[in-house]
């Protein structure tokens, strides 16, 4: 079983739609969790970290589920530019970076 | 704002052959690390390092080696490219930070390596 997994997608959504992705962990001592945002051909960039009592960042959210090992993130009134590929990252430790990363999930915003 | 640096962005080589990627931040990050990026797979750790003078091992190191002889720079020597190499390689820093907020990890902009 991968450490860190994700729906890969393709999800297709038109222009003002919600959409969800969730993200599946192994490992319980998991310590925090972030989002990043990969666009095609370039380096990934955080999007947003997640707190446990989750947080809002705009049209994003983030929850954290420690009893089912998950994490979600939620798109409001979907943009074209939100079309990427959206990673799930898990940091194992408390102190310094032990990060593992899921596949990713392709996001298509169509017009 | 230069942010990481890393080159070259594109490369072919030749199976046997041997080269480096640079990869230099100027935040004054105490910890970098390489990853490569494979499709339908996540980011996988090759080497890290969390200080001048102290590199480890990723979960696939082979076939690789790393220096850290400044806080600024931490490059990525292939010893002898396999055709199995060819990926995208990415170069990252951060601070060695708490919890949530302290680990933002900062990328390059990847280098694009086709071994034939």
């Known amino acids: 079983r991968k450490e860190v997994e994700q729906d890969p997608g393709p999800f297709n959504v038109p222009e003002g739609a919600t959409v969800a992705f969730n993200c599946t962990y192994s490992?319980?001592?998991?310590?925090?969790f972030f989002w990043y945002r990969q666009d095609c051909r370039k380096e990934p960039k955080l999007l947003m970290s997640?707190?446990?009592s989750g947080n809002e960042d705009g049209r994003f959210t983030a929850q954290l589920n420690r009893a089912s090992q998950y994490i979600s993130l939620l798109i409001r009134d979907s943009k074209l530019s939100d079309s990427a590929t959206y990673l799930c990252?898990?940091?194992?430790?408390?102190?310094?970076?032990?990060?593992?990363f899921g596949a990713g999930t392709i996001l298509r915003v169509k017009s | 704002n230069a942010g990481v640096t890393q080159t070259p962005k594109f490369q072919v080589l030749k199976t046997g052959q041997s080269m480096t990627l640079q990869c230099a931040q100027d935040?004054?990050?105490?910890?970098m690390s390489w990853y490569r990026q494979d499709p339908g797979m996540g980011l996988r750790l090759i080497h890290y390092?969390?200080?001048?003078?102290?590199?480890d091992q990723g979960e696939v190191p082979n076939g690789y080696n790393v220096s850290r002889s400044t806080t600024e720079d931490f490059p990525l020597r292939l010893l002898s490219a396999a055709p199995s190499q060819t990926s995208v390689y990415f170069c990252?820093?951060?601070?060695?930070?708490?919890?949530?907020?302290?680990?933002?990890?900062?990328f390059g902009e990847g280098s694009w390596l086709t071994v034939v």
């Open positions: 990252a820093s951060s601070y060695i930070g708490m919890g949530v907020t302290g680990n933002t990890i900062y």
């Open positions: 490992n319980s001592a998991s310590q925090s």
């Open positions: 997640v707190y446990s």
């Open positions: 990252v898990v940091n194992l430790r408390r102190s310094g970076n032990k990060l593992v």
């Open positions: 935040m004054n990050h105490e910890y």
């Open positions: 390092s969390v200080g001048a003078g102290i590199t």
